[in-house]
């Protein structure tokens, strides 16, 4: 496709348990972020892939929290043990060369993963 | 720590008005600015950026300023349309936008027929 793509684009999970959430980045795009979207609140940095670097996992808000991306492609999200407060919209972005100038970021639709 | 601010959650406003939606940021190593468009259930669409260098930056009937010394950033539709009824997130980042985008908690955008 055209645009980032994301799946699920609903998640309902127990307490608990795992969850992979999944991204597909625009092709050719070295760029990768997740964010994640809590009710009320703005979109918050969880990590960013650019390339072949060291990725930015500054935002991950504790160690039940990672990601990987193959090369310059599909990443995944995985969230271990998940926890109520981990209920949010999360959204992937990716950009042609990373952050820069005129280097727009292209989000994903999102996956609104509720847990219960 | 809210690094970007965005201190109203809603705005209305009549089509053909002028809308003003409101941004401030703390961090003075923020050197680019961006503004984000958020229909319901789709990712932000970007709709227009800002560099420190400037002070005003207009595409169509969007025009975002910036007051560096306020540390503070506003967007102005005009004229406002029903399409434009989105939330509306400002995102800023240092070192000429080559750090990641912090953003706000954007601002609910109602404009009535």
């Known amino acids: 496709g055209a645009g980032v793509s994301q799946s699920p684009s609903n998640k309902v999970t127990e307490k608990g348990k795992d969850v992979e959430l999944r991204c597909d980045p625009i092709?050719?795009?070295?760029?990768l972020y997740w964010y994640r979207q809590r009710l009320g609140q703005g979109l918050e940095f969880l990590i960013y892939?650019?390339?072949?670097?060291?990725?930015?996992k500054s935002g991950l808000p504790s160690d039940r929290f990672s990601a990987e991306r193959t090369g310059e492609s599909v990443s995944t999200l995985t969230i271990q043990r998940t926890q109520q407060e981990d209920s949010a919209v999360y959204l992937c972005?990716?950009?042609?060369?990373?952050?820069?100038?005129?280097?727009?970021?292209?989000f994903g639709q999102g996956t609104r993963l509720t847990v219960v | 720590d809210q690094q970007v601010k965005q201190n109203s959650p809603s705005l209305s406003v009549q089509e053909g008005r002028i809308s003003i939606l409101n941004c401030d940021y703390t961090n003075s190593m923020f050197d680019y600015f961006l503004w984000y468009k958020k229909y319901p259930a789709e990712g932000p669409t970007f709709l227009i950026s800002i560099s420190s260098i400037k002070d005003k930056n207009e595409d169509g009937r969007f025009t975002v300023f910036l007051n560096k010394s306020a540390k503070h950033l506003s967007l102005h539709i005009v004229p406002s349309q029903p399409g434009d009824s989105a939330v509306y997130f400002c995102?800023?980042?240092?070192?000429?936008?080559?750090?990641?985008?912090?953003f706000g908690k954007g601002t609910k955008l109602t404009v009535n027929p």
């Open positions: 972005a990716s950009s042609l060369n990373g952050w820069g100038g005129k280097n727009e970021a292209f």
């Open positions: 892939f650019q390339g072949n670097s060291a990725p930015d």
């Open positions: 092709s050719g795009h070295t760029a």
């Open positions: 995102a800023a980042s240092a070192k000429g936008g080559s750090e990641k985008l912090v």
